[in-house]
């Protein structure tokens, strides 16, 4: 099965693609390889056809790998897609699989593990490493007392609270997310209530506690 696959990698940065097709075609399978550097791209090739697994980089300008997943999920459900990221975090996996990704593996393990990952997403099957998984089941069985954790807010709010922890002013925000001003002031107004926060400052913090990735 693995034989016919059309693996299509997408990242914006171009080496990185060309070091996830080194490993791909280097692995004894004859596989197609293509590429994309961005989510509006990799939507025209999986819609032009032949594309069977999708390689998602979670933060990409412009339309990010979250939103690119809920695309995929919703019109191409034949495709598997599997994610590669720099975030090792718990967070960003369940959001990942949320969203309707297969897979989840980070960038560090992708000389080791990335062959593996395709071949079982393609297969039908879930893949994640075991130290992440267990991470998850960790964060899954937080206690009903806890205080609110990033779970609590929407896929957008994460992502304007991961911008706003990284020190990003929101004029910034809103070009890269493809937002206005007013709209980015309204996600952070309701991260703020969601979180029980009343400033910034306090937002910055409760991220660096919370060890929100802040690139």
Not at 151 to 165: M, N, T
Not at 178 to 196: A, C, E, N, P, Y
Request: net charge negative.
């Amino acid at each position: 099965m693995t034989d016919s696959l059309e693996v299509l990698i997408v990242d914006d940065h171009a080496i990185v693609r060309e070091g996830l097709a080194r490993i791909l075609l280097a692995c004894g399978h004859p596989w197609r390889v293509s590429e994309a550097a961005t989510g509006f791209q990799a939507l025209d090739r999986v819609r032009a056809g032949g594309v069977d697994v999708v390689i998602v980089d979670m933060s990409m300008p412009g339309m990010s790998g979250l939103e690119l997943i809920h695309r995929l999920h919703a019109d191409h459900t034949d495709v598997a897609v599997l994610v590669l990221s720099m975030h090792a975090e718990e967070q960003y996996a369940l959001r990942a699989f949320r969203a309707g990704a297969n897979g989840y593996l980070t960038k560090d393990r992708a000389g080791i593990e990335l062959v593996a990952a395709v071949c079982k997403v393609a297969g039908g099957g879930a893949y994640v490493t075991a130290s992440l998984a267990e991470q998850m089941v960790l964060g899954m069985h937080g206690g009903a007392s806890a205080p609110p954790g990033p779970e609590q807010l929407s896929d957008r709010e994460f992502e304007v609270l991961r911008r706003i922890v990284a020190g990003q002013p929101p004029g910034e925000i809103a070009e890269e997310l493809h937002l206005s001003v007013k709209t980015v002031s309204t996600h952070k107004r309701r991260i703020l209530d969601k979180l029980g926060l009343n400033s910034t400052a306090a937002l910055i913090r409760y991220g660096m506690e919370h060890g929100i990735p802040v690139n």
